[in-house]
């Protein structure tokens, strides 16, 4: 069995009651990052064999996982923060899974995605997730499209491209788009910023550079 395993996004109370007593139960866990699941598993007070597993390595490793699911062992996949799989390794070892016949299941849990929808003060009873835009081929393309869409779409940036990433929504969806930033999301400096485009532009062209993870969310083209 392969339990697909979401982690906090940040504050580590967040993690289920279920989750911990999986991370506890296999025989040993796929990891994105050592070091931060390790943290999470002295907080937990757990002590379990960790694997890296990353968008390095997984194309190699795939094989052994297989295996060792097929001979019957339970594994964990986990990704730093939130659910694995989603702008996260884990998408070919779970498709392998499927098509292969092997068992296995998503607990739920944290997402940041849904967590800043929800937030945002955006509508998001119909939503369009894109993730991470291309850094350069194809980054504008899909930015004409999602400013089409007449449903709000979320997208995840990167501290260093923020101020960069609100100033191409302006220039593709107008200066008057409502948006919201979300940021350090369950975490003590938590902010959530609420205005127009050019609004939140300003707001960030004038403040030092932010920190941690950042999800955008966008309102549709209700025109």
Do not use: W
Not at 63 to 74: N, P
Not at 96 to 121: F, H
């Amino acid at each position: 069995m392969l339990y697909l395993i979401p982690t906090p996004i940040g504050n580590l109370k967040d993690i289920t009651f279920r989750a911990v007593d999986t991370i506890g139960e296999v025989d040993y866990l796929l990891v994105e990052d050592t070091r931060t699941t390790g943290k999470l598993l002295k907080h937990l007070g757990l002590s379990v064999r960790m694997v890296p597993f990353h968008a390095h390595n997984e194309h190699q490793m795939l094989d052994k996982v297989i295996a060792d699911l097929q001979s019957g062992l339970k594994i964990g996949l986990l990704s730093d923060a939130g659910s694995p799989g989603l702008s996260d390794p884990g998408f070919l070892l779970i498709r392998a899974c499927r098509q292969l016949g092997l068992d296995a299941t998503a607990l739920p849990g944290p997402s940041a995605a849904v967590t800043a929808a929800v937030a945002s003060g955006i509508p998001c009873d119909k939503f369009f997730f894109e993730g991470f835009l291309p850094h350069k081929k194809g980054r504008k393309s899909r930015l004409e499209y999602l400013s089409k869409l007449p449903e709000t779409f979320l997208l995840f940036e990167s501290p260093y491209r923020l101020v960069k990433c609100l100033g191409e929504l302006i220039t593709h969806c107008g200066p008057d788009r409502k948006i919201a930033v979300c940021r350090e999301l369950t975490k003590m400096y938590e902010e959530v910023k609420y205005g127009t485009a050019e609004e939140i532009k300003q707001y960030y062209d004038s403040s030092s550079r932010p920190r941690g993870e950042i999800v955008i969310v966008v309102d549709g083209n209700r025109k």
